[in-house]
């Protein structure tokens, strides 16, 4: 048989960061309704009980007042690069999906440039010139999509290897003011990709998208406090949370069956569904949803791992660090063994959806 250059994910790696926010943290803050900007008519205590029990959320983690985006990245590539046993001066590539960039403590303005995948290349010291840097800026599912741009690169054997970052610090966008908030969180993970030649199908099989940005390109966006008077002109992350419930419960799953049905198998040879953590019951449906289309009821247990509850919602970074966790055996009852098939999804601002079918 003819051999084919398929792309493989050779190491993973992460940085969680050390700040854990309880839920409890939240008991002092002064929320106030997003579309009548005046205070909600509920206690706090009330709040976050409602807020836990529609996303199952019960702690997240926050950089420090030194780090941004940059620095966590590079944290994440480094520890890719030790499960992987190469050097950094030997990528060939850095693409960094986030959505931010560099934003320093105190301050809710974005920085992007230059890209902050040529800052982690700084922060690291690679001295290749010919490891070229680049962002992408899709949502949520910016890794997803920046791990479709390597497969590209390397399929069309342009490059050879490189690394993939999802990396968010969402902690400094967020209003303190929206409820809404509490959902979010810090974090990077680290996927690097190598091309490998094989006579059988390996590595990414399949890939599935789609954007809706009219009229779903309102659901997340970037606009001024809840509170009328706070921080002047200060933008922080809003969201439409029912409509972009209804919207991923709606479209995802079709993208995640897409993606199977290109890859040539079925939903049975599936073993396990890894999902941007935006929201547990929201990813509960959406699973539900896939299983839908197939007209499967039974889900097996532990085929979606979940680590919002302790993690909340990194954005970017959810997926890559869900995936590291897994295969370093840091969750419990959870592994992905070579040969099985692993879906790779995510969907967020755009609205963009992605899936990657993925062999191991």
Not at 189 to 194: F, L, N
Not at 307 to 334: C, F, H, W, Y
């Amino acid at each position: 048989m003819t051999k084919k250059v398929y792309t493989k994910i050779i190491g993973t790696g992460s940085y969680i960061p050390e700040q854990v926010i309880k839920n409890e943290h939240f008991l002092s803050y002064k929320f106030y309704d997003q579309a009548t900007k005046k205070p909600i008519d509920k206690t706090n205590e009330e709040i976050i009980q409602k807020f836990n029990e529609i996303t199952n959320i019960e702690e997240r983690r926050w950089v420090t007042d030194d780090q941004v985006t940059s620095d966590i990245a590079a944290l994440a590539v480094k520890d890719a690069c030790d499960s992987a046993g190469i050097d950094v001066e030997s990528l060939e590539f850095i693409i960094l999906g986030h959505n931010f960039g560099d934003v320093p403590s105190g301050i809710s303005s974005v920085d992007t440039l230059p890209s902050v995948a040529n800052k982690v290349k700084d922060v690291l010291k690679i001295k290749n010139a010919g490891c070229i840097c680049h962002d992408v800026i899709s949502g949520c599912p910016s890794w997803t999509q920046g791990m479709i741009v390597a497969d590209a690169y390397i399929r069309s054997q342009t490059f050879k290897r490189g690394v993939v970052i999802g990396a968010d610090v969402l902690s400094r966008v967020s209003d303190p003011h929206d409820r809404d908030s509490m959902i979010y969180a810090d974090g990077a993970g680290a996927t690097i990709v190598e091309a490998v030649e094989s006579e059988s199908p390996t590595g990414i099989l399949a890939h599935s998208s789609r954007s809706d940005s009219t009229p779903y390109a309102s659901l997340l966006t970037f606009g001024k406090s809840n509170k009328p008077e706070f921080n002047g002109d200060d933008l922080f992350i809003k969201m439409a949370g029912h409509k972009l419930y209804v919207y991923a419960i709606s479209h995802v799953p079709g993208v995640v069956k897409a993606s199977i049905d290109k890859a040539g198998l079925d939903l049975a040879d599936i073993k396990k569904v890894l999902i941007h953590q935006a929201n547990e019951k929201m990813d509960d449906a959406i699973l539900k949803g896939v299983f839908k289309l197939y007209k499967q009821k039974d889900i097996p247990e532990g085929i979606m791992p979940m680590s919002i509850r302790k993690l909340g919602n990194s954005s970017t970074a959810t997926v890559p660090t869900l995936l590291d966790l897994v295969l370093k055996g840091k969750m419990e009852n959870q592994e992905i063994n070579e040969g099985e098939y692993v879906i790779l999804c995510s969907v967020g601002a755009g609205m963009n959806v992605n899936s990657i079918v993925y062999k191991w």
